[in-house]
């Protein structure tokens, strides 16, 4: 029959030799190799205490921004919802009263905002689609959760802490990589 | 009455249980620890880390394991013949404690204006006694397997009882030549003659190999762990064990492990001789009891040597077909063990009669 690849080796089925029966040589071989993977470096990275460093494109929860003055930027025109492929995204609109100027960055706004996370599939066509801004992946994964419920992620969690009155918390939900035009 | 009670010697008595004692709790202490070292090993020669969460370096991991092991529940399979169950894993225990009565530790202590020996008996059929217990062993494995009244453990017991009686042959023939050299079975006078530097291995160098690879075959250890193959047999004669019962027949393993390294390093590397160095000489010039100290940290290393082989050809080695296990048994290493045997005799004669070729 004709090999299906160059790497195809016949099966050798002669009869072990004298040398081959003695099975010393040959453990002492292997005990040789096993010794010197005692001192090779190991690939591995502690997890909890060490992180690997993401790719600048990657992709993980999403936050809602803020603008610089700490207000939302999201106006709810529901563009992002339209793009995602896996109907992952909803939201409610609302219009601004006044006397919230320093809340909401223009007259309408999201008064609900929800993303399941068991159907978003992060391929960042939200962040893409919004046209304030407003949406960004940031570099956090998905985190566990006890219920399906927990899953649904509305304002409470999406929403990026305010830049003025929590700057550190800001910084650390910004990320290193994570763009935004808060600044 | 009165006088018998003072015939005996009651601080001697005293000497040995505290030694006991001793020797007990370090031989537990080194068998959890060799599970660690054994982890980690592992680990290392896969290119892992082992454990490392428990304390530093993952040291406190034993204990975690011990911890774990008495908060399982119990388990007696209705089935099973319950007196045997429970005598089992104490019997793998047991034996594998009283292996170490006959090993000599370090020469002597001078505490108290008396001689203290670092051997908890010296018995003249040294030798003798660890074999007698060694193959008790076998007990351990046996009952435990056909306790449990399934036939996986039954098969495994089978085996293992098996290989264990056809590589003790083997064993005690490499251990004959031996004998035909030093003269002796107890174990301190085997030691005291390597001390001038000639250690055994060099005399025996085939009886040492066929002795270690009957050590492995005694204490179940890959390549021949056949009576616990996990992969066909599904943990062989501890199938059916949970619990600490389990947590002894794993540690009767370990401590086998320690004791039979502790036997290899007596018999063929001096014992607790300090190599390169005349103790005599030396307990001189500092005094017998930190020679003596010294000697026990010597033996030390030897044996840890000897149980990090172990693990190093645990990991390396695969297990051996059962076919492939009978026939290097019975028709290579008890041949090669006849043969060295008869080699040994004659060279000994030959020495002893001053003979020149």
Same mark, same amino acid.
């Given at each position: 029959?004709?090999?299906?690849?160059?790497?195809?080796?016949?099966?050798?089925?002669?009869?072990?030799?004298?040398?081959?029966?003695?099975?010393?040589?040959?453990?002492?071989?292997?005990?040789?190799?096993?010794?010197?993977?005692?001192?090779?470096?190991?690939?591995?990275?502690?997890?909890?205490?060490?992180?690997?460093?993401f790719s600048p494109v990657f992709r993980g929860l999403h936050v809602l921004n803020r603008d610089e003055q700490g207000r939302e930027r999201c106006t709810a025109c529901g563009l992002c919802a339209v793009a995602c492929p896996a109907e992952a995204i909803t939201m409610e609109g609302a219009e601004r009263l006044p006397g919230e100027e320093n809340l909401y960055r223009e007259e309408k706004y999201a008064a609900k905002y929800e993303i399941n996370m068991l159907r978003c599939i992060f391929c960042g066509l939200c962040e893409e689609a919004c046209p304030k801004d407003a949406i960004y992946l940031s570099e956090t994964f998905a985190p566990?959760n006890?219920?399906?419920?927990g899953f649904i992620y509305g304002k409470e969690e999406l929403l990026i802490p305010h830049p003025v009155d929590q700057p550190e918390e800001f910084a650390k939900a910004r990320g290193e990589h994570q763009p935004t035009t808060a600044d | 009455?009165?006088?018998?009670?003072?015939?005996?010697?009651?601080?001697?008595?005293?000497?040995?249980?505290?030694?006991?004692?001793?020797?007990?709790?370090?031989?537990?202490?080194?068998?959890?620890?060799?599970?660690?070292?054994?982890?980690?090993?592992?680990?290392?020669?896969?290119?892992?880390?082992?454990?490392?969460? =428990?304390?530093?370096?993952?040291?406190?991991?034993?204990?975690?394991?011990?911890?774990?092991?008495?908060?399982?529940?119990?388990?007696?399979?209705?089935?099973?013949?319950?007196?045997?169950?429970?005598?089992?894993?104490?019997?793998?225990?047991?034996?594998?404690?009283?292996?170490?009565?006959?090993?000599?530790?370090?020469?002597?202590? *001078?505490?108290?204006?008396?001689?203290?020996?670092?051997?908890?008996?010296?018995?003249?059929?040294?030798?003798?006694?660890?074999?007698?217990?060694?193959?008790?062993?076998?007990?351990?494995?046996?009952?435990?397997?056909?306790?449990?009244?399934?036939?996986?453990?039954?098969?495994?017991?089978?085996?293992?009882?098996?290989?264990?009686?056809?590589? *003790?042959?083997?064993?005690?023939?490499?251990?004959?030549?031996?004998?035909?050299?030093?003269?002796?079975?107890?174990?301190?006078?085997?030691?005291?003659?390597?001390?001038?530097?000639?250690?055994?291995?060099?005399?025996?160098?085939?009886?040492?190999?066929?002795?270690?690879?009957?050590?492995?075959? *005694?204490?179940?250890?890959?390549?021949?762990?056949?009576?616990? =193959?996990?992969?066909?047999?599904?943990?062989?004669?501890?199938?059916?064990?949970?619990?600490?019962?389990?947590?002894?027949?794993?540690?009767?393993?370990?401590?086998?492990?320690?004791?039979?390294?502790?036997?290899?390093?007596?018999?063929?590397?001096?014992?607790?001789?300090?190599?390169?160095?005349?103790?005599?000489?030396?307990?001189?010039?500092?005094?017998?009891?930190?020679?003596?100290?010294?000697?026990?940290?010597?033996?030390?290393?030897?044996?840890?040597?000897?149980?990090?082989?172990?693990?190093?050809?645990?990991?390396?080695?695969?297990?051996?077909?059962?076919?492939?296990?009978?026939?290097?048994?019975?028709?290579?290493?008890?041949?090669?063990?006849?043969?060295?045997?008869?080699?040994?005799?004659?060279?000994?004669?030959?020495?002893?009669?001053?003979?020149?070729?």
């Amino acid at each position: 029959m004709q090999p299906l690849t160059s790497r195809a080796k016949a099966v050798d089925r002669k009869p072990m030799t004298m040398w081959e029966r003695m099975y010393l040589p040959a453990i002492a071989k292997g005990m040789s190799i096993t010794f010197g993977h005692m001192f090779k470096k190991k690939p591995t990275v502690n997890y909890p205490e060490k992180t690997r460093p993401f790719s600048p494109v990657f992709r993980g929860l999403h936050v809602l921004n803020r603008d610089e003055q700490g207000r939302e930027r999201c106006t709810a025109c529901g563009l992002c919802a339209v793009a995602c492929p896996a109907e992952a995204i909803t939201m409610e609109g609302a219009e601004r009263l006044p006397g919230e100027e320093n809340l909401y960055r223009e007259e309408k706004y999201a008064a609900k905002y929800e993303i399941n996370m068991l159907r978003c599939i992060f391929c960042g066509l939200c962040e893409e689609a919004c046209p304030k801004d407003a949406i960004y992946l940031s570099e956090t994964f998905a985190p566990a959760n006890f219920t399906r419920k927990g899953f649904i992620y509305g304002k409470e969690e999406l929403l990026i802490p305010h830049p003025v009155d929590q700057p550190e918390e800001f910084a650390k939900a910004r990320g290193e990589h994570q763009p935004t035009t808060a600044d | 009455m009165h006088l018998t009670l003072l015939a005996i010697d009651w601080v001697l008595l005293l000497e040995k249980a505290v030694l006991i004692s001793i020797v007990i709790s370090v031989s537990l202490v080194v068998a959890m620890y060799e599970t660690w070292g054994e982890r980690k090993v592992a680990a290392f020669m896969q290119d892992r880390r082992g454990p490392n969460r =428990a304390g530093p370096g993952g040291l406190f991991q034993p204990l975690a394991d011990g911890l774990k092991l008495f908060a399982k529940e119990e388990i007696i399979p209705a089935s099973s013949n319950r007196l045997l169950f429970v005598l089992g894993p104490g019997l793998a225990m047991l034996t594998a404690m009283m292996t170490s009565a006959v090993v000599p530790w370090s020469s002597h202590f *001078e505490l108290f204006h008396r001689h203290v020996s670092m051997q908890i008996a010296d018995v003249n059929i040294g030798i003798l006694y660890i074999f007698g217990v060694v193959s008790m062993g076998v007990y351990g494995v046996m009952i435990g397997g056909w306790a449990s009244n399934n036939k996986f453990s039954l098969l495994a017991a089978v085996r293992g009882a098996s290989q264990i009686i056809s590589y *003790e042959l083997a064993m005690g023939l490499s251990i004959i030549a031996l004998l035909m050299v030093t003269g002796s079975l107890s174990l301190r006078t085997i030691v005291e003659q390597q001390q001038t530097g000639h250690y055994y291995i060099l005399l025996q160098p085939l009886g040492f190999l066929i002795f270690l690879v009957c050590a492995f075959a *005694e204490c179940n250890r890959t390549p021949f762990d056949l009576s616990e =193959a996990d992969s066909e047999l599904n943990m062989g004669f501890h199938l059916e064990y949970s619990s600490m019962k389990l947590g002894f027949y794993l540690f009767a393993e370990y401590v086998n492990v320690f004791i039979s390294s502790a036997v290899m390093a007596t018999l063929y590397f001096g014992g607790y001789d300090i190599p390169f160095v005349n103790d005599a000489s030396l307990a001189e010039r500092w005094g017998q009891n930190p020679v003596a100290a010294l000697q026990i940290v010597s033996f030390f290393v030897k044996i840890v040597a000897f149980i990090f082989f172990f693990m190093w050809v645990r990991w390396t080695v695969p297990r051996f077909r059962y076919d492939q296990l009978m026939k290097l048994g019975w028709k290579m290493l008890i041949p090669l063990a006849l043969f060295n045997m008869v080699l040994t005799g004659f060279l000994v004669l030959l020495h002893q009669n001053h003979w020149h070729f």
